[in-house]
């Protein structure tokens, strides 16, 4: 059985029903918290806060910045924050860099993602220099509280997933980046390990991450940074969106 957990520890309950009918259980996309799955494949949600953040960094080495995170339930989002703040700490402790807001966004909504980054200008008097928003939607929220305020396209905002209206703001220049995981990849590599152990064959994996219940054996994929500048080799080439559904009447 393949689940995709919502809420990444009430769907425990579901792995130990299964494994009394003896069913195995993958995890897909998510991590299922203390159960005892069999395999979890995803791509690399600690890589894909990494490589926000060092894009962020990249232009903003010195700054406030802000962190709209997403629904604390998501085992994904945990591990995405992980990976923003490894690479944003080292700039943290030389002073270089000052986090002037860290907040969830409960259910991943744009409308609460925008009320968090309307707090966010509000306890910084507008003094933002860049915003990591654990996905698009979340990023979508934070540029309109930022287009609210007058500060669109002038604070760089990165993002996550590649959504169309992501990579649209990215063309239009109100948002900076976004990180893409190619989903026919994953749903293949699940495919594929789903009728490897329904066979009884040996299924291996590269790494064990702990759930809290066990180290589970996982796959992790690499995501990719997608910019304005490799856009059409990754997400238009994936054939992931239409060239002329993101770029509509905006000039190439």
Same mark, same amino acid.
Do not use: C
């Given at each position: *059985?393949? =689940? ?10 579901? %792995? ?39 894009? *962020?960094?990249? #232009? ?38 000052? /986090? &002037? ?12 993602? +925008?009320?968090? *980054? ?8 507008? +003094?933002?220099?860049? &915003? ?14 930022? $287009?609210?305020?007058?500060? =669109? ?21 109100? $948002? ?7 989903? $026919?990849?994953?749903?293949?590599? %699940?495919?594929?390990?789903? %009728?490897? *152990? ?27 940074? &997608?910019?304005?500048?490799? #856009?059409?080799?990754? /997400? ?17």
């Amino acid at each position: *059985m393949v =689940i995709v957990p919502h809420n990444a520890a009430a769907t425990a309950a579901i %792995v130990h029903k299964a494994h009394l009918a003896g069913i195995q259980v993958i995890a897909y996309d998510r991590l299922v918290k203390n159960a005892e799955v069999d395999m979890y494949i995803s791509f690399d949600n600690e890589q894909v806060g990494k490589m926000q953040a060092e894009a *962020m960094t990249a #232009l903003v080495p010195k700054g406030n910045y802000v962190f709209i995170g997403g629904a604390i339930t998501d085992n994904n989002a945990h591990l995405l924050k992980k990976g923003v703040f490894k690479v944003l700490q080292p700039f943290i402790e030389s002073g270089d860099i000052h /986090v &002037v807001y860290d907040q969830w966004t409960k259910d991943w909504t744009p409308a609460n993602a +925008q009320a968090n *980054m309307e707090q966010a200008i509000r306890n910084s008097n507008g +003094q933002i220099d860049a &915003v990591i928003a654990a996905n698009d939607a979340t990023a979508g929220g934070a540029i309109q509280a930022l $287009q609210n305020h007058g500060l =669109i396209s002038q604070i760089p905002v990165a993002g996550q997933d590649a959504d169309l209206a992501g990579v649209q703001r990215i063309v239009v220049g109100t $948002q900076t980046m976004t990180v893409y995981k190619p989903i $026919q990849i994953l749903s293949n590599k %699940v495919a594929e390990i789903a %009728v490897s *152990m329904a066979k009884g064959e040996i299924v291996t994996a590269d790494q064990q991450i702990n759930n809290g219940k066990k180290e589970v054996p996982s796959v992790l994929l690499p995501p990719i940074a &997608v910019d304005l500048a490799n #856009l059409e080799s990754t /997400v238009i080439k994936d054939g992931f969106h239409a060239a002329e559904d993101i770029y509509g009447t905006v000039t190439k």
